[in-house]
């Protein structure tokens, strides 16, 4: 199965700073088959980014993603207090569907 | 608007059954296939299963092959797991969730989840 490591863990900002979150895979994905999702505690994921750049219904455009092959990138140009809480990668071009550990956006 | 609630969740001993349930609204469900992601306390997420729009084709993660069945009724809008000897390691919350691009899907809407604790 294809593995997604997260990078940081934890990321550590300041309201109005730009966060960047990394997601590698241990094999190419398409990029038509990558996500990212944020979960705050006590709620259920919410889709933000499909097809590695696509923007979800209803997600502002301060949220971007991009890359290919191993290596995809979730940015947020300028954090909102809202926008503190766990994002998720996913690939799901390979069986089976496989998610990232998870980085945690704090708030410093 | 589209709504999925999971129910049937709860406490259970290692070993027995349990089915979840997901009721579908605000969208043609016969036409989507369904997922089911499960996420133990304070962990990342998990793949369970997948099943095609009309229940034909079926797809589960290593953990769920051979104790888990997703199944589904059209007719009433339901998503089913059954889960059946259950583990310790299989506490946790199980969302239903939507594919709109099928099996190999981003999930774009999910459940508010239910509980699932497997314990003596």
């Known amino acids: 199965e294809i593995v997604l490591t997260q990078s940081p863990g934890t990321l550590s900002l300041s309201p109005g700073e730009r966060a960047t979150l990394s997601c590698r895979a241990s094999q190419s994905v398409d990029s038509s088959y990558f996500a990212w999702y944020q979960q705050k505690p006590g709620q259920a994921p919410r889709l933000l980014i499909y097809g590695a750049s696509s923007r979800a219904t209803g997600i502002p455009d301060r949220f971007s993603g991009s890359g290919s092959g191993t290596d995809f990138t979730l940015s947020i140009s300028r954090l909102e207090p809202e926008d503190f809480a766990v994002y998720y990668c996913?690939?799901?071009?390979?069986?089976?569907?496989?998610f990232g550990g998870g980085t945690k956006v704090e708030i410093k | 608007q589209v709504q999925l609630v999971e129910s049937g969740g709860g406490v259970v001993q290692p070993g027995r059954s349990l089915r979840l349930s997901c009721a579908a609204s605000?969208?043609?469900?016969?036409?989507?296939?369904m997922h089911w992601v499960r996420q133990a306390p304070g962990n990342g997420l998990e793949w369970v299963a997948v099943?095609?729009?009309?229940?034909?084709?079926?797809y589960y993660g290593d953990s769920a092959k051979g104790r888990f069945t997703i199944s589904r009724d059209n007719s009433k809008n339901t998503l089913y797991l059954q889960m059946n000897s259950l583990r310790a390691e299989d506490t946790a919350i199980y969302y239903c969730s939507r594919g709109p691009r099928g099996y190999d899907s981003h999930l774009d809407y999910w459940g508010q989840g239910m509980l699932v604790t497997v314990s003596s």
């Open positions: 605000g969208f043609a469900f016969s036409g989507y296939a």
């Open positions: 996913q690939q799901y071009g390979r069986s089976p569907v496989t």
């Open positions: 099943i095609s729009s009309d229940g034909s084709n079926k």
